[in-house]
């Protein structure tokens, strides 16, 4: 249990200078006049939502293949091969099993999966990393974004620390934009009361506009960005 | 820093800005593209204007709600092991920062950019207890490099160095040896910084929203600094303005998209990351989690006719469209809000007396109001702005005074005098025929530029005029 300091003062000077008292509990949302959000992209079919996500990837400077379920372990084993294979680091995350890649990682000269237990140990592997690799838990075809949620096994730093960002993005995961991905939040936060401690909505690589408003790619987080889609509904 | 970046009288700093051919040329350069961006990601929605009404209400809302909001944002922060303090005054949000700081006997700070932590100034009561404190943003590091030049844009920072100067600060203080080239210098500042972010003991960042119904602070960055300062610092403070809450990840969704398309013109920025405290110490989170919500002189702006200032969201739109700022640059305004928003705020926040001619600094052509994403009518509020001002000073004469200081300024400045006497003709005609223009105030700033005509031309359609005009200017 955290702690709150005073909050009492601070918000009955609030409710007296909207010259009412204060509002402790029943203030529901209203039903808004405009929702404009829920008609982007409505109605998009996976394979439909699969060509925006594509296009608006090379808006974001962001490489990406498309692959079926059977040629995931080579096209990923390719695309880590292009960017200078290892040292890698991933997830420790069932689904690389479940789609067969767990392999590939494995068989690199220097691979991890992340682990919680060496937290030290295992920022310093990332660090030096050249590829992180993850796996997108929503991912928004609007905006070309992955969507990652925190969870054990699952490190902050697999998509920030390493050069190269490669995210594996199952179709049956992309929706229209980010409108999609709050609702799903939101609904976790009624049904289970609590949020991820994380949730990262990356789009392409870490990017700077801070010099004569040039574009200057990779000033923190990756220099590099690559999605690939496995085609799996 | 505090709001206010200087000292010099205000006739002062926009001489200065005028002056400065670099500067100018950044400015409009940055606000050409900004907005051509901004103009291009908004019309591709279609529905832009739903938009705008949608994001009206829910900031209208939550301000009417918000001592219910942060109530219930502190409840479930605290719940998974937050530590919320409300703050009052900046003083009491520095002295809190400092304690944390003093128990975790950190020696090092690294931040990512926040305007409410330079509203507080609490880099200098970090610095005062003896403790290290890094920008991390590239262009608030730069800055801080350059012995603490102040940001002259809310978006872009260091939008008036060039980047030989940036090259030049580099060098001189980090023994840089290779070129003036962007990616060189930004490649630098990623070697240079990573070395902080891994040995930093706490990381400090703003708001951009909080989320009531989970306890969640969520950051809209480019560079991923933000997510560097809250992965790798075993503690992590956020501060945020009380106003910067929305009631659920629903609303979150649509201002964060506001927000991107605002203020660069992009569907999303490259990182918006949400985080909630938590007590399972799963992977990267921090061990210790404290928010500082800032009141700083905001309660005194609700429940008055400027209310609506508060429904801010800080994106620059309404700067990029200003010809006020084009032309005089971020520095004139003497604070760290600049542009039209910041003359709106800057005197609620810090009262009229160093600040009444900042309501003036506008042509009052209504651009801002139109570009504003959450539709703060910014033009009337600084209507309002003068009436009071006016009042304050007890009479009309304030408009008079500020317009012959403007004029001895002018006068004894050849290059700004040249430029208001190329554009003298056409103004005084328009000005004569403006319905309570009131040449006073208005002499000043069209002294420098032509205004707008006022028989109901759209500003965009002016704005384009004059652009075609200047460049076949330019071509002959």
Same mark, same amino acid.
């Given at each position: 249990m955290g702690t709150i300091h005073n909050q009492d003062a601070f918000l009955a000077n609030i409710a007296d200078r909207l010259g009412r008292d204060r509002r402790m509990k029943g203030v529901e949302r209203p039903?808004?006049?405009?929702?404009?959000? #829920?008609?982007?992209?409505?109605?998009?079919?996976p394979a439909e939502l699969q060509e925006i996500l594509i296009r608006q990837c090379d808006a974001i400077h962001t490489s990406v293949d498309t692959t079926e379920m059977a040629d995931l372990p080579d096209v990923l084993a390719a695309a880590l091969e292009r960017f200078g294979s290892s040292p890698a680091v991933y997830w420790s995350d069932d689904r690389f099993a479940d789609f067969g890649v767990d392999q590939v990682m494995d068989s690199l000269d220097e691979s991890k999966a992340w682990t919680d237990e060496n937290r030290e140990e295992m920022t310093r592997f990332a660090e030096r990393a050249k590829i992180g690799v993850t796996f997108s838990d929503i991912t928004l075809a609007e905006s070309g974004t992955v969507v990652l949620f925190s969870a054990p096994?699952?490190?902050?730093a697999v998509s920030l620390l390493p050069e190269v960002h490669i995210a594996l993005i199952?179709?049956?995961?992309?929706?229209?934009?980010?409108t999609q991905a709050a609702a799903e939040i939101h609904r976790r936060r009624k049904e289970n009361g609590t949020v991820p401690s994380c949730v990262n909505f990356i789009s392409g690589p870490s990017n700077s506009?801070?010099?004569?408003m040039r574009l200057i790619v990779?000033? #923190?987080?990756?220099i590099s960005a690559h999605y690939i889609i496995i085609e799996d509904a | 820093m505090s709001i206010r970046i200087s000292n010099d009288p205000f006739f002062d700093r926009v001489g200065k800005g005028i002056e400065n051919t670099f500067m100018r040329s950044a400015v409009s350069g940055a606000q050409d593209r900004l907005e051509g961006r901004k103009a291009a990601s908004t019309a591709e929605l279609g529905t832009w204007e739903d938009w705008r009404d949608h994001a009206e209400e829910i900031r209208q809302h939550t301000l009417d709600n918000l001592d219910f909001y942060l109530q219930q944002f502190a409840e479930n922060a605290a719940a998974q092991g937050g530590h919320v303090f409300f703050a009052e005054t900046k003083e009491e949000a520095n002295e809190y920062i400092q304690s944390v700081i003093q128990r975790k006997e950190a020696k090092k700070v690294v931040k990512a950019k926040s305007m409410v932590t330079e509203e507080i100034g609490m880099n200098e009561a970090i610095r005062d207890i003896g403790c290290e404190v890094i920008e991390s943003d590239l262009g608030e590091w730069i800055l801080q490099l350059d012995?603490?030049? $102040?940001?002259?844009?809310? &978006? &872009? $920072?260091? /939008?008036?160095?060039?980047k030989e100067q940036i090259r030049e600060t580099f060098r001189e203080k980090r023994a840089y040896d290779k070129s003036s080239d962007p990616q060189e210098l930004g490649r630098f500042a990623r070697e240079q910084l990573r070395q902080d972010f891994l040995s930093a003991d706490v990381g400090i960042t703003g708001c951009n929203f909080a989320v009531a119904e989970s306890g969640s602070v969520s950051l809209v960055t480019n560079e991923g600094n933000a997510r560097m300062v809250t992965a790798l610092p075993k503690t992590q403070i956020s501060v945020m %303005?009380?106003? *910067?809450?929305? $009631?659920t990840w629903e609303e979150l969704d649509v201002l964060v998209s506001m927000l991107c398309r605002s203020a660069?013109?992009?569907?999303?920025?490259?990182y918006v990351t949400g985080l909630t405290p938590s007590?399972?110490?799963?992977?990267?989170? $921090?061990?210790e989690f404290h928010i500082v919500i800032v009141d700083n002189g905001r309660? +005194?702006?609700?429940?008055?006719? !400027?209310?609506?200032? /508060?429904?801010?969201? *800080?994106?620059?739109a309404c700067i990029n469209v200003c010809p006020v700022y084009r032309h005089v640059? %971020?520095?004139? !305004?003497?604070?760290i809000y600049p542009g039209p928003i910041g003359a709106v705020l800057t005197p609620l926040l810090? %009262? !009229?007396?160093?600040? +009444?001619e900042l309501p003036f600094a506008?042509? /009052?052509?209504?651009a801002c109001t139109d570009a504003c994403p959450v539709k703060i009518p910014l033009h009337e509020l600084l209507i309002e702005h003068r009436k009071d001002i006016v009042e304050h000073e007890g009479g009309s004469g304030f408009g008079e005074k500020l317009a012959m200081q403007g004029f001895a300024y002018a006068a004894s400045h050849p290059k700004i005098f040249q430029l208001g006497g190329k554009s003298a003709g056409p103004v005084v005609d328009k000005l004569g025929s403006k319905?309570?223009?009131?040449p006073g105030p208005m002499k000043l700033w069209t002294q420098i530029r032509t205004l707008p005509?006022?028989?109901?031309?759209r500003f965009r359609d002016w704005f384009e005029e004059r652009e075609r005009r200047n460049r076949r200017g330019n071509d002959s």
């Open positions: 039903v808004w006049k405009q929702q404009p959000q #829920h008609d982007v992209f409505a109605g998009a079919s096994g699952k490190g902050r199952p179709r049956s995961t992309i929706v229209p934009r980010m506009a801070d010099i004569e990779g000033v #923190h987080g990756p | 012995d603490h030049d $102040p940001p002259s844009h809310i &978006v &872009v $920072p260091a /939008l008036h160095k060039n %303005g009380m106003e *910067r809450i929305v $009631p660069v013109g992009q569907k999303l920025t490259s007590e399972a110490a799963d992977e990267h989170a $921090p061990e309660s +005194k702006i609700l429940g008055t006719k !400027y209310q609506s200032a /508060l429904q801010c969201i *800080r994106c620059a640059g %971020g520095h004139s !305004y003497g604070s810090e %009262g !009229y007396e160093n600040n +009444k506008s042509s /009052l052509c209504a319905e309570g223009g009131g005509s006022q028989k109901g031309d």
